[in-house]
């Protein structure tokens, strides 16, 4: 695709349901990111994917959190059991390799908990 | 801990003038630093970056200052325009070359007309 597409662009969910945020990196990047945006605050680093591997999940803040990737493409973000300290800007974005620097973002979902 | 610190929340300057927005690290291990621009409702977008084996780097009105003993970077904005208005983030890149960056709070940035 011409750029990184994140699916839903909003989201209000209840308190304790599920749910599930997708990310269509640029086609042919082999590394994937996932960051956090909480109101007023900088980007929080949550995981990285280098082709459909997680060699770096530290950002996770709970097993809530979890993330898989298919197909060296589609990655989804699941959050079980939602919090209102959930409710933000969740962020993905790719790049054509871990030797480059530049990171290309999505417009990201923001994500509301009630 | 906060690795990459944007101490200033807001700058306003008038358009024509030098835009100066400053980030400050404490990891001296980060080997590239660089700028994103975020407009509302938009994903962060890349502007400029910088090795850490440089001290300057320059693309038409930005340009970015590396000064290492002092982990401080900065970007000149010169002359700022009103459609350069955006939050902006210093961002560094974790050693261990995962492409992981780590980001600051950001800045927000108007130019006035």
């Known amino acids: 695709g011409a750029g990184v597409s994140q699916s839903p662009s909003n989201k209000v969910t209840e308190k304790g349901k599920d749910v599930e945020l997708r990310c269509d990196p640029i086609?042919?990047?082999?590394?994937l990111y996932w960051y956090r945006q909480r109101l007023g605050q900088g980007l929080e680093f949550l995981i990285y994917?280098?082709?459909?591997?997680?060699?770096?999940k530290s950002g996770l803040p709970s097993d809530r959190f979890s993330a898989e990737r298919t197909g060296e493409s589609v990655s989804t973000l699941t959050i079980q059991r939602t919090q209102q300290e959930d409710s933000a800007v969740y962020l993905c974005?790719?790049?054509?390799?871990?030797?480059?620097?530049?990171?290309?973002f999505g417009q990201g979902t923001r994500l509301t908990v009630v | 801990d906060q690795q990459v610190k944007q101490n200033s929340p807001s700058l306003s300057v008038q358009e024509g003038r030098i835009s100066i927005l400053n980030c400050d690290y404490t990891?001296?291990?980060?080997?590239?630093f660089l700028w994103y621009k975020k407009y509302p409702a938009e994903g962060p977008t890349f502007l400029i970056s910088i090795s850490s084996i440089k001290d300057k780097n320059e693309d038409g009105r930005f340009t970015v200052f590396l000064n290492k003993s002092a982990k401080h970077l900065s970007l000149h904005i010169v002359p700022s325009q009103p459609g350069d208005s955006a939050v902006y983030f210093c961002a560094a890149r974790a050693s261990g070359n995962t492409g992981k960056l780590i980001f600051g709070q950001g800045t927000t940035l108007q130019v006035k007309p």
């Open positions: 974005a790719s790049s054509p390799g871990t030797g480059y620097t530049e990171a290309f």
């Open positions: 990891n001296s291990m980060f080997d590239y």
């Open positions: 994917f280098q082709g459909n591997s997680a060699p770096d």
């Open positions: 086609s042919g990047h082999t590394a």
